[in-house]
């Protein structure tokens, strides 16, 4: 059977409240007491309940974290930097993919809140208003990332995606490109990835090259390989006269080198190839991707980082965190 609170104290000769009070981390417990009830917990293989925990101190130990699509390569690594520091902070992680539909992501706030979570990172394709109001009357701290947060009251963790994207379309300009196409999400959307294409727009405008909507697709939600796949068979089957591409994300890009393959034409040969992200299979895909690096794992890091600040009512240094980029080149522009 396992051991219970009653046992480590009788094995540590101290009291219930001297276990707790050590459990707790509250500092009246001098050091020699301290000890061995520690060595107590560690000879008896003592797990707190976690359940009757909570409700004497209110709090779980426990963040959730909402995803629009685990099978995006990109957020598994931020996922992985918040993991890494809730352990360190001996925090648990509950995730919640929503496959990108807005009825399960307003479902999971309501499981999320029953479940007593201290805490949420919230990653969203779309910060739809019906969202904003589920996450302020649910009154649990949050920390967005990758979403527009500027907007908002939350602490949001981000890059400069606009000028991201400007340098991107910028580089492939200096390489002499001037029919430049693009791939991305649903202008509409509250997110990253739509502010991309603001900065694509705004990088051909201050070059003097004409915007193409020809040559522009808009994917609905999911952002894919397979969905760079049939952007670009829907882009080639108006016009073949393109010389470089900008996606939003790596799997966009990676899709579109296929389709342009099947259709006969070389990467970078005939056609120059950035994306965003530098995600894991951006360095061996053929070929090799030249993208734009966000800092994934760091986002979920310091995101995770000040939500625990936040859910132990200590000030954030800063309510927008801009985390640097870098273009990585490769061998998927010339």
């Not at 019906?130 to 890059?159: Q, W």
């Not at 915007?211 to 808009?218: A, P, S």
């Amino acid at each position: 059977m396992a051991a219970s609170i009653k046992d480590v104290a009788k094995e540590a000769n101290v009291s219930i409240a001297t276990v707790s009070r050590v459990l707790n981390n509250i500092d009246v417990v001098n050091e020699e007491t301290k000890k061995k009830v520690l060595e107590a917990i560690k000879k008896l293989d003592y797990r707190p309940n976690i359940v009757a925990r909570s409700l004497k101190t209110q709090k779980t130990k426990t963040i959730g974290i909402i995803i629009p699509d685990i099978s995006n390569s990109m957020y598994p690594e931020i996922v992985r930097g918040a993991e890494d520091v809730s352990n360190i902070y001996e925090y648990n992680i509950i995730l919640c993919n929503t496959d990108l539909d807005p009825e399960k992501e307003l479902e999971y706030f309501r499981v999320l809140g029953e479940k007593m979570v201290d805490g949420v990172i919230y990653i969203s394709n779309s910060l739809e208003s019906t969202v904003m109001k589920t996450i302020k009357d649910s009154n649990m701290p949050i920390v967005l990332i990758e979403t527009n947060g500027r907007e908002t009251e939350y602490p949001s963790v981000i890059i400069d995606n606009k000028q991201a994207a400007i340098d991107a379309v910028n580089y492939l300009i200096e390489k002499g490109n001037k029919k430049i196409a693009y791939i991305g999400t649903d202008v509409d959307a509250v997110n990253a990835s739509a502010i991309r294409y603001y900065g694509y727009k705004d990088a051909l405008e201050k070059n003097n090259i004409s915007y193409n909507e020809d040559i522009v697709y808009f994917c609905k939600y999911s952002l894919k390989a397979e969905d760079g796949y049939k952007a670009m068979n829907s882009i080639l089957s108006k016009t073949k006269d393109i010389d470089a591409l900008f996606c939003a994300n790596d799997d966009l890009a990676m899709g579109a080198i296929n389709s342009l393959r099947d259709n006969g034409i070389k990467v970078p040969e005939d056609v120059d190839v950035i994306g965003f992200n530098d995600t894991y299979g951006a360095e061996f895909f053929y070929p090799r991707l030249t993208t734009i690096a966000q800092p994934l794992y760091d986002m979920g890091s310091v995101a995770t980082r000040m939500l625990i600040k936040k859910i132990n009512n200590q000030p954030i240094d800063k309510k927008l965190f801009i985390l640097p980029y870098k273009l990585v080149e490769r061998d998927s522009c010339k």
